[in-house]
């Protein structure tokens, strides 16, 4: 299944920018190192979150929804979020992050949990954060997790 999922997350970025993204990536891993890389993903993620603001949400199931309705209308995958005992728990599948190349799938998820702490924030999430609890996987999952962590 994973090269059926390879060629369709190719297929999702227009090749007008694939070689693009992909030099930039490496100017920037030759540039930054991959705590500031993280940070800055992180900050870009907060600035798309600000500029995209959530309606309020009642219910885990209409935050649901209305993640996976501006994913789905930018074409950067779906969401699936559940309520854990502890935590918040977000998993997010078909990011098109792999355009900056695989490299680069160690400090883009930034960018996605930097776009949940902000969205969430300002859905009243004060004092809690999001945290990656995973890496990019062969399923195109990665997991984010809002609760109270260890600073």
Do not use: K
């Not at 992180?42 to 600000?50: I, K, L, M, N, S």
């Amino acid at each position: 299944m994973v090269p059926i999922l390879d060629y369709l997350l190719e297929r999702q970025i227009s090749p007008q920018w694939r070689g693009m993204l992909t030099a930039l990536a490496h100017e920037f891993e030759t540039q930054i190192g991959h705590d500031e890389l993280r940070q800055l993903m992180y900050r870009v993620g907060g600035r798309f979150a600000a500029a995209h603001q959530l309606p309020a949400c009642e219910s885990t199931a209409e935050l649901a929804q209305t993640l996976n309705l501006y994913w789905h209308e930018m074409d950067w995958g779906y969401v699936e979020v559940s309520d854990e005992a502890e935590c918040l728990r977000i998993v997010h599948y078909c990011a098109p992050l792999r355009t900056f190349g695989d490299a680069a799938l160690a400090w883009t998820p930034a960018f996605l949990q930097g776009v949940y702490q902000t969205w969430l924030s300002a859905l009243g999430a004060q004092g809690l954060s999001v945290a990656q609890t995973s890496e990019y996987g062969e399923d195109t999952a990665i997991e984010f997790r809002l609760g109270r962590h260890p600073a």
